[in-house]
């Protein structure tokens, strides 16, 4: 079947010398992975490898067959022109820490509308703004919400966030928690929005502490969800 929709590529692997594997999140079916046979080769063709960068935003035409086999792609041009997030230096760490750890979340193969939106407007957010040091505390946090598993906050004033309960706790249990100064500033990030994420004023230590409890917290709600490997090259750039 063909379908025109529009996607948010979230990996692109090489696959022997001329072929890519894309996986793509499309606003008519979800999770999709393409195979684009020869287009590293390619002279000719509208369609190039540097389209299927991380997160890029295409209008694509493919053939959708929906038997859990590699879909193939017929046209592809970019939906939204990106500014700023693969050429500023941050927002590139933050571009292929956020796209491995969509990979390594989304799973389905169905149509999702209200998390195709969510990532398409968080992500031009991103490109157009310059106060981002808290940005992927916040994405991953509402990405929660459409994930399944996003904070219970009938007991906010509690002391603790138990992580494996994913709700307030008042007094310690045995599973990993956030606490102290964190919970403070995770406290805060349950409360705003993309504009006032910069009102949250951190150290780097606590910045880098909260998102290894946020990568912790999508690891213990998520079968099979895998550790990014970009997270080191992420805190080494937003040191």
Same mark, same amino acid.
């Given at each position: 079947?063909?379908?025109?929709?529009?996607?948010?590529?979230?990996?692109?692997?090489?696959?022997?010398? @001329?072929?890519?594997?894309?996986?793509?999140?499309?606003?008519?079916?979800?999770?999709?992975?393409?195979?684009?046979?020869?287009?590293?080769?390619?002279?000719?063709?509208?369609?190039?490898?540097?389209?299927?960068?991380?997160?890029?935003?295409?209008?694509?035409?493919?053939?959708?067959?929906?038997?859990?086999?590699?879909?193939?792609?017929?046209?592809?041009?970019?939906?939204?022109?990106?500014?700023?997030?693969?050429?500023?230096?941050?927002?590139?760490?933050?571009?292929?820490?956020?796209?491995?750890?969509?990979?390594?979340?989304?799973?389905?193969?169905?149509?999702? @509308?209200?998390?195709?939106?969510?990532?398409?407007?968080?992500?031009?957010?991103?490109?157009?703004?310059?106060?981002?040091?808290?940005?992927?505390?916040?994405?991953?946090?509402?990405?929660?919400?459409?994930?399944?598993?996003?904070?219970?906050?009938?007991?906010?004033?509690?002391?603790?966030?138990?992580?494996?309960?994913?709700?307030?706790?008042?007094?310690?249990?045995?599973?990993?928690?956030?606490?102290?100064?964190?919970?403070?500033?995770?406290?805060?990030?349950?409360?705003?929005?993309?504009?006032?994420?910069?009102?949250?004023?951190?150290?780097?230590?606590?910045?880098?502490?909260?998102?290894?409890?946020?990568?912790?917290?999508?690891?213990?709600?998520?079968?099979?969800?895998?550790?990014?490997?970009?997270?080191?090259?992420?805190?080494?750039?937003?040191?």
């Amino acid at each position: 079947m063909q379908v025109t929709t529009k996607a948010v590529i979230l990996t692109s692997l090489k696959y022997g010398d @001329t072929s890519l594997i894309i996986k793509a999140f499309t606003l008519s079916d979800g999770l999709k992975t393409y195979l684009l046979k020869g287009i590293l080769s390619a002279k000719k063709g509208k369609m190039r490898a540097a389209l299927f960068q991380p997160l890029t935003q295409l209008e694509l035409v493919a053939n959708h067959r929906n038997k859990g086999t590699l879909e193939s792609i017929r046209e592809a041009k970019v939906s939204y022109h990106y500014q700023t997030l693969h050429t500023h230096i941050a927002k590139n760490a933050l571009t292929l820490f956020l796209a491995e750890m969509l990979s390594n979340s989304i799973h389905e193969e169905e149509q999702n @509308t209200p998390l195709f939106h969510f990532l398409e407007a968080s992500l031009q957010w991103l490109d157009i703004h310059e106060e981002i040091a808290n940005f992927h505390l916040y994405f991953l946090i509402v990405l929660t919400k459409y994930l399944g598993f996003y904070p219970d906050t009938n007991n906010i004033e509690a002391s603790y966030f138990d992580l494996l309960e994913g709700e307030f706790m008042v007094s310690p249990s045995l599973n990993p928690l956030i606490q102290g100064e964190n919970l403070i500033y995770f406290k805060e990030f349950l409360g705003i929005n993309f504009d006032a994420i910069h009102s949250v004023k951190m150290r780097k230590a606590n910045r880098q502490e909260l998102l290894k409890s946020l990568v912790l917290y999508f690891e213990l709600h998520l079968q099979g969800f895998r550790k990014p490997k970009s997270l080191a090259i992420l805190n080494e750039v937003f040191n």
